[in-house]
């Protein structure tokens, strides 16, 4: 499967974007999805993650009811809205998925096997 991130961009704080991550290939619905950032001189970090069927979903505490994860199994399409936007949201946003039915944590980045190119997010103050 191969992953496609876009919607990033240049926001004010408190504004909102909405990313998408579409996937490529027959697997998508059976893979729990994540997204991850990384800011300049920072460690990738866990944002968001939905299960294959997306009924369950976890979030960092930092975006906890700020962003929502959500996905399109039809549309083999991954979305993360993102409200209330911070400074500190900036980053290179990607998107990830497991395709190995046997992720043990979602908010660890070597757990998932492939990755999205990342797509800038930058709020300014």
């Known amino acids: 499967v191969q992953l496609q991130a876009s919607g990033g961009g240049l926001v004010q704080a408190g504004g909102s974007l909405r990313l998408s991550c579409a996937a490529s290939?027959?697997?998508?619905?059976?893979?729990?999805m994540g997204w991850f950032r990384q800011a300049p001189g920072k460690e990738r970090e866990f944002v968001a993650a939905i299960s294959r069927g997306g009924g369950t979903t976890w979030y960092a505490d930092s975006v906890k009811g700020r962003y929502t994860i959500s996905r399109d199994n039809v549309k083999n399409t991954l979305y993360l809205q993102m409200n209330s936007l911070k400074p500190e949201d900036t980053a290179v946003y990607y998107c990830?998925?497991?395709?190995?039915?046997?992720?043990?944590?979602?908010?660890?980045?070597?757990?998932?096997?492939?990755w999205g190119q990342g797509t800038q997010v930058t709020v300014s103050s």
């Open positions: 290939g027959r697997t998508f619905s059976n893979n729990v």
């Open positions: 990830a998925g497991d395709s190995s039915w046997s992720i043990r944590s979602v908010e660890v980045a070597t757990e998932y096997d492939y």
